[in-house]
């Protein structure tokens, strides 16, 4: 699907759909009508402690915030790209008398300083929705930054090899993935595709790209699993998102010679 602004994706045009009123209110109502998903649950209360200063990347409308201040955890942060996610946020957290500190955020580019957070959280797949590789590499340099020693960060991705996307990615003249013909696209595995709400962008990766991914930038592989083999999830999450792959990894410490 051509836009009106063909060439590569760029955050600029990632914040425009963010921003736009329609994609605003469908994570607002998830915020009220879907809640954390059971698979976010289980990894959550496996692997972070109820006193962790948590940050939720990606934040929307405060869905994975919201829902962590619910489970008892009090020291939560967010922040998104989106001035408009941000405010609903904000007004949601108001609301329900959360104390959530909800901020306008670049991933590739964080405010926080070093080693400010015990875990971060970067829930749907928002990682994937950084358009270039090295991009997303750049911001997986900012969540080690602005997190402890030994802090763990869990976020989800879609999987190329999943049934859905192994047929997706067979049609070589499908035009949302075709790199030679679509001039919205960077790079294998990216898709430029039309929602109810817009024309947005998400890539689909490997699992050996993610891999790599972490090596190079500084995280130990704790654990990934489909999110279908972590919880049965309800019809409205299933209908909310696809299956994704969960990752929960572990800051590397840094030594002269790289990373431990």
């Known amino acids: 699907m051509r836009t009106n602004d063909d060439g590569p994706v760029n955050i600029k045009r990632i914040r425009e759909y963010f921003n736009d009123p329609r994609t605003v209110e469908h994570y607002v109502r998830a915020v009220a009508n879907i809640g954390l998903w059971k698979s976010e649950v ?4 496996k692997w972070l402690g109820r006193n962790d200063h948590i940050l939720d990347l990606g934040c929307g409308a405060g869905r994975i915030a919201l829902g962590l201040w619910k489970m008892g955890f009090k020291r939560v942060g967010g922040g ?4 408009s996610m941000v405010a609903e946020a904000r007004d949601i957290a108001d609301h329900e008398g959360a104390i959530i500190d909800f901020r306008c955020e670049d991933a590739t580019g964080l405010s926080y300083p070093e080693e400010r957070f015990d875990a971060v ?9 950084i358009p270039g590789r090295e991009n997303r590499r750049r911001a997986l340099k900012e969540v080690w930054r602005v ?3 030994d802090g763990r960060f869990i976020f989800s991705t879609l999987d190329r ?3 859905l996307y192994r047929s997706v990615f067979r049609d070589p003249d499908n035009f949302e993935h075709n790199i030679e013909r679509n001039p919205n696209l960077l790079e294998m595995g990216d898709r430029h595709f039309e929602t109810q709400y817009g024309t947005t962008f998400m890539h689909v990766p490997t699992r050996d790209e993610i891999v ?4 190079v930038t500084g995280w130990f592989l704790s654990e990934d699993q489909m999110r279908s083999e972590l ?3 309800s019809f409205s999450v299933r209908e909310f998102s696809e299956d994704c792959r969960f990752w929960v990894v572990k800051k590397r410490r840094r030594s002269v010679t790289g990373f431990l």
Request: zero cysteines.
């Open 42 to 45: 289980a990894l959550i209360e």
């Open 80 to 83: 998104d790209l989106s001035e």
């Open 121 to 129: 959280i970067f829930g749907f797949n928002g990682l994937m929705q």
């Open 147 to 149: 997190i402890k020693p």
């Open 161 to 163: 090899a999943d049934l």
């Open 212 to 215: 790599q991914d972490l090596k």
């Open 231 to 233: 919880s049965d999830e």
